[in-house]
């Protein structure tokens, strides 16, 4: 059983940053990955980033690329992440999950943190 709990979130005007965190505890066997999602109001979930516990690979959407980054801290048992450059349309709550893979199903889920983003 893997337990997420998400941190960080708040208002910013467009252009600045945040920066989010995922605390995670607990273990599985099948847990290879830890993303960060967000779903925006009347919109579906979609995944940002992602990093594999193995080795260390980071993904992006490309709608965030150059601008946000994804960092685990092992010591902490924390994953991060770093967003710059903040746009109106970043606006929503963001999740922590985590995986198999970097492309699999969820089975773990953070609460959530809300990012708001003024114009």
């Known amino acids: 059983e893997v337990q997420l709990v998400e941190s960080g979130g708040g208002l910013v005007q467009a252009g600045g940053s945040l920066r989010l965190s995922c605390a995670v505890s607990?273990?599985?066997?099948?847990?290879?990955?830890i993303g960060w999602f967000r779903q925006a109001p009347g919109k579906e979930r979609e995944g940002v980033s992602c990093?594999?516990?193995?080795?260390?690979?980071?993904y992006y959407i490309d709608a965030v690329k150059g601008r946000f980054t994804i960092s685990r801290d092992n010591a902490k048992n924390t994953v991060a992440l770093q967003m710059n450059s903040l746009k109106p349309e970043d606006t929503a709550a963001y999740y922590c999950?985590?995986?198999?893979?970097?492309?699999?199903?969820?089975?773990?889920w953070g609460r959530g943190t809300q990012v708001i983003v003024s114009s």
């Open positions: 999950g985590a995986g198999a893979t970097c492309q699999s199903s969820v089975p773990y």
């Open positions: 990093i594999r516990n193995s080795d260390g690979k980071t």
């Open positions: 607990g273990s599985s066997v099948d847990v290879d990955a």
